[in-house]
């Protein structure tokens, strides 16, 4: 994909690939697949260096103008949200093992980071692990599984209300405006809360409950620790608002946070949310074909360096979840090369994407081996 296009039939003449996992290891040089530590904490150093260059100059906010101070929270909140987001990339790599070859590095690493940002790491590390494992597959994947067309109460009888189904409102472009906003700012709590976007059978279980569904018996005491990683970082929040003041909390930490929100929810939903990526049925899915079902995107370079490549190299990262994101970008090449028509490459705005696959992506089939995203105005498949 060389930027966005309208989708009539997405399905027409698709096949699905059939690559091998040693194929596609075998066309990327072995030394992308190489962890090296000491790298990889230096990124973790550049970006808390950011965090506190950030924070030290927003000290100096109330020494500006009147009339400059708004703008310059502003400018404050959105650059401290992607270097607080970078941050929670390097985590989500130590989730992967992709930062060191030592597991307890990357579970202290992953732990100590992504508690720093209200996540539960080892709840996540799990959920986010069975997605990899079942990337886009209709009963397998855990985040962002499609509605199908009963589901939605579009066919047959509703079993979701009539104003949350094929109504003229729903196709505004203000719905779906709307439906960004809400997306992007409590998307991600909603997931951890009450693993929204997640698969029927989990709906409404909690990342920090011990016993949800989501996790296993002898899981317990892990979902406990990541527990302890948030409460800690709560406490500290706490303090830091008896100490300083409220107000300090939520201009240096929580609004930043709300940005974080955004740039995960939108990053995660754009990365397999598109007209053209296919969900697969049991009888026709396969690791491959999966992780295959990925969209990389161009951010700019800026973004682009600043969330260490998580948008725009992610095919790679799908395909082996384990190489670091230092080397993902030469993989990305061989890979390109190797998958052909089966790479998948964006570089619309990402703010008109989301709004565009919001609107375009809202339900899938019932039946059928290979499903593509529909809407309410997109014909029936034959």
């Not at 708004?70 to 650059?79: E, K, S, V």
């Not at 929670?88 to 030592?102: K, L, M, N």
């Not at 005491?221 to 409220?246: E, H, M």
Request: with cysteine.
């Amino acid at each position: 994909m060389g930027g966005k296009q309208t989708i009539v039939d997405p399905e027409k003449d698709f096949e699905p690939p059939n690559f091998t996992i040693k194929e596609l290891r075998d066309c990327v040089p072995k030394h992308c697949f190489e962890r090296d530590t000491m790298r990889s904490f230096s990124y973790v150093a550049y970006d808390i260096l950011g965090v506190i260059a950030l924070a030290t100059c927003a000290t100096y906010i109330h020494q500006l103008p009147l009339f400059l101070r708004a703008p310059a929270w502003i400018a404050y909140w959105i650059a401290q949200g992607v270097v607080c987001t970078g941050l929670w990339v390097i985590a989500h790599e130590c989730g992967h093992g992709a930062f060191s070859d030592s597991k307890a590095i990357n579970d202290a690493t992953g732990w100590v980071l992504h508690s720093a940002l209200l996540v539960p790491y080892y709840a996540w590390r799990h959920t986010h692990s069975q997605h990899h494992k079942g990337t886009n597959s209709m009963t397998r994947d855990e985040v962002f599984v499609p509605r199908t067309k009963s589901y939605r109460g579009l066919q047959g009888k509703p079993s979701t209300p009539a104003w949350r189904t094929d109504t003229l409102f729903e196709e505004t472009p203000l719905y779906h405006i709307y439906l960004s906003i809400g997306q992007s700012l409590v998307g991600w709590p909603a997931y951890l809360y009450r693993n929204a976007s997640g698969p029927k059978y989990a709906r409404g279980a909690s990342h920090f409950n011990p016993n949800a569904v989501l996790f296993r018996p002898d899981q317990f005491w892990q979902i406990v620790i990541s527990n302890v990683g948030v409460l800690l970082t709560v406490l500290v929040l706490t303090y830091s608002a008896w100490v300083f003041s409220t107000a300090s909390v939520f201009f240096y930490y929580l609004v930043p946070y709300l940005f974080v929100n955004f740039w995960l929810v939108t990053i995660t939903f754009l990365q397999h949310t598109d007209p053209v990526v296919p969900h697969y049925a049991d009888d026709s899915w396969n690791f491959v074909r999966g992780a295959l079902c990925t969209v990389d995107r161009d951010y700019g370079w800026v973004l682009n360096t600043m969330l260490h490549h998580i948008q725009d190299t992610h095919v790679a990262h799908h395909v082996f979840s384990q190489m670091p994101h230092y080397h993902a970008e030469e993989a990305t090449r061989h890979l390109k090369k190797k998958l052909g028509k089966y790479y998948y490459y964006d570089r619309t705005n990402f703010l008109y994407a989301l709004y565009h696959n919001l609107r375009h992506c809202q339900f899938v089939e019932d039946s059928g081996s290979v499903l593509f995203f529909r809407n309410t105005s997109t014909p029936a498949a034959n």
